[in-house]
């Protein structure tokens, strides 16, 4: 916990350190835009988090009109704690001269923070009796694993609105889905895939 508090903590501040960068940049020359964004992912009710906290911080380059690409790192808080590292394609439409919606494709890497986790497999002893297709199942016996998280790719195509005030602070709401899949590790070179598929959401600062 004292690790994901700190590591929040310096993203906070990087995120800061990017904005006041950009900024002296777009003086100059204009095309340099910061995003920072906070959110969840909203899964299955019967996961142990069900809408674990996110946190974005990308830093975009105008390649052609309201086209941009860019990079940026973050913090996830899973089952373990991540920092993402990823790559984006982004295209604003021109709604009016301060609304801008917008298209996002977003992929990276997910590299994992806390090496050791914990798994809980329930194995249920069944007994078949009177008939091949009537049972009658014994209590479960939990079985815990200790895994290696070792990380794994990510993707998240997403749709949102973009709302800029004069001074040229912006305000975004964004929604769309996120696709991961991550390793873990054990004894004896048992590995095991975790497939996430889980609703984006998103509020953020674009400067």
Not at 107 to 133: C, M, P, R
Request: hydrophobic share 40%.
């Amino acid at each position: 916990m004292k690790k994901s508090v700190i590591l929040t903590g310096i993203l906070l501040c990087a995120a800061a350190l990017l904005s006041f960068s950009q900024q002296s940049i777009e003086k100059e020359k204009g095309k340099f835009t910061n995003f920072t964004e906070g959110g969840v992912l909203i899964g299955n009710s019967q996961d142990e988090k069900n809408a674990p906290f996110i946190f974005h911080s990308s830093v975009n380059y105008e390649l052609y009109n309201n086209l941009s690409a860019g990079i940026g790192v973050g913090a996830e808080f899973l089952r373990e704690t991540y920092l993402p590292v990823t790559a984006n394609v982004m295209y604003q439409f021109r709604k009016t001269s301060a609304v801008f919606p917008f298209l996002r494709l977003r992929a990276g890497y997910q590299v994992a923070l806390e090496s050791t986790t914990v798994t809980y497999n329930n194995i249920y002893w069944s007994s078949y009796l009177l008939s091949s297709s009537s049972y009658y199942p014994y209590p479960y016996y939990p079985v815990v694993e200790k895994m290696n998280a070792k990380g794994g790719w990510m993707i998240d195509p997403s749709v949102g609105v973009t709302v800029y005030t004069r001074s040229g602070l912006g305000f975004s709401l964004s929604a769309g889905y996120r696709y991961q899949k991550l390793k873990y590790t054990g004894e004896n070179d048992y590995i095991l895939w975790a497939e996430y598929n889980r609703l984006l959401l998103t509020l953020g600062v674009t400067f």
